[in-house]
């Protein structure tokens, strides 16, 4: 998935398509409580009840139906926690973590794990174990990083000084700025992408009000062991020790951060619990259960692809464009301007190309690419194919390149964009360029 910046990677507000109007735990239950307590003041002017021994009641009767109906909520659209034995930081966990989400009802759908899915899917689990998805979030510790970061330091630029990293005999790794009074030691704990373009290392830190904060490290791993500044990072400037060591959020800036990476996670208090790294099968299919007890149980089992019988072409687009991003996401001047960092975000690019607009809106992500399969893995001529599939100078009632009907579809109208650290990304604004 690559490399992010700071307030690309994390979104400014998690947003999952839905137009109704989002409500907080504490929306609800307030609103509740102060609908009740209404009523039973009137009851008591008419019959004399004791309020003060009614309200504690109804205050945890009305809180408690409340979490009930938030954590049912499903994971597409909503932070879901995990059925599927899991990764913590914690060791353990309070009793309310422990509940599998489901999609509705006690007997609905509950996370399986990918490798269930292998058992009628081996080629797409296969396919999808070399996808870039496959390792977008790990623990820093499970991966070469300590090995090629150990002894290592790096100029951080003028206000934030120089890095020292060190591993630990547990392989561990550690940062701190040399001759720096600020925060030393402080640990590298996660990586996020898969390192076909970057790996960044986040760590998370639960600040003095209970909030979980993340720092985004100023300093990544490139292909070929490269180190080198994040990519957004170069412009910012450190407003307080612990941005010394990168671009800190907190909250739900954070979670987005931590969602976009894995199948589940939720942060609290400075760790992530129910975390099922990486963006696996049912990231996108959702929970599996079901599925996997009618396949099993059935002679020929429903079909099942996204867990939606109404599923469509912008339910498809929703579902990437949450992580990949919307037009909804970018600032008006970004869309009207269009600059080079927009190619990181395909949708954005694709919702705008005439290809999409005179499909009568039915183009969609999987129409060109494989979800399982990683496009590193394809020709360029067989991506082509997809482009003359609609194109074909063998059907008449397309529309056909006058230059080349046949080849060079990508490079003339989908050409790459150059990003900081060398990192080069296809505009997926499908277009005839001026130049």
Avoid at 20 to 31: E, G, H, K, L, V
Wanted: hydrophobic share 25%.
């Amino acid at each position: 998935m690559g490399v992010r910046r700071s307030e690309e990677t994390c979104e400014r507000k998690s947003r999952h398509g839905h137009n109704q109007p989002r409500f907080t735990f504490c929306d609800i239950s307030s609103s509740f409580i102060a609908r009740t307590s209404a009523c039973l003041d009137r009851q008591s002017e008419r019959k004399g009840l004791n309020i003060t021994r009614i309200i504690p009641i109804t205050i945890g009767v009305s809180l408690a139906a409340v979490t009930i109906y938030l954590s049912m909520q499903q994971q597409i659209g909503e932070l879901a926690i995990a059925d599927e034995p899991t990764q913590s930081v914690a060791k353990s966990t309070s009793s309310t973590d422990s509940p599998s989400v489901t999609k509705e009802g006690p007997q609905a759908a509950t996370y399986v794990g990918r490798q269930q899915c292998a058992e009628c899917h081996r080629e797409n689990f296969e396919q999808h174990a070399a996808h870039g998805h496959a390792s977008t979030f790990s623990e820093v510790a499970e991966t070469d990083l300590p090995d090629i970061f150990d002894q290592q330091t790096f100029d951080g630029g003028e206000s934030y000084g120089t890095y020292q990293y060190s591993k630990d005999s547990s392989g561990n790794l550690t940062v701190s700025l040399l001759a720096d009074e600020s925060p030393s030691n402080l640990p590298l704990q996660y990586v996020l992408g898969s390192g076909h373009n970057a790996r960044t290392i986040l760590t998370l830190n639960r600040a003095s009000d209970g909030v979980t904060e993340g720092i985004e490290h100023r300093v990544s791993c490139y292909p070929n062991q490269r180190l080198g500044m994040t990519v957004g990072h170069s412009e910012k400037k450190a407003t307080r020790d612990l941005e010394k060591f990168g671009d800190v959020t907190r909250g739900e800036l954070t979670q987005r951060c931590v969602y976009c990476h894995t199948t589940t996670g939720i942060l609290t208090e400075g760790r992530i619990d129910r975390l099922v790294s990486n963006v696996n099968c049912e990231k996108c299919h959702g929970p599996g259960s079901e599925h996997v007890r009618q396949a099993r149980e059935l002679k020929d089992p429903p079909p099942y692809s996204v867990g939606d019988a109404a599923w469509d072409v912008e339910s498809e687009i929703q579902l990437c464009g949450d992580c990949h991003r919307l037009p909804r996401s970018i600032t008006k001047q970004e869309l009207r301007d269009y600059p080079n960092t927009l190619a990181r975000f395909q949708p954005v690019g694709m919702l705008r190309s005439k290809c999409y607009l005179a499909s009568n809106r039915e183009m969609k992500c999987s129409t060109c690419h494989d979800p399982h399969q990683s496009v590193h893995g394809i020709s360029q001529h067989a991506h082509e194919q997809k482009c003359i599939q609609c194109h074909d100078s063998n059907d008449s009632s397309h529309t056909i390149c006058p230059v080349s009907a046949e080849a060079n579809c990508i490079k003339c109208h989908m050409p790459v964009v150059p990003q900081e650290q060398d990192i080069e990304l296809h505009d997926h604004w499908i277009r005839v360029h001026e130049d």
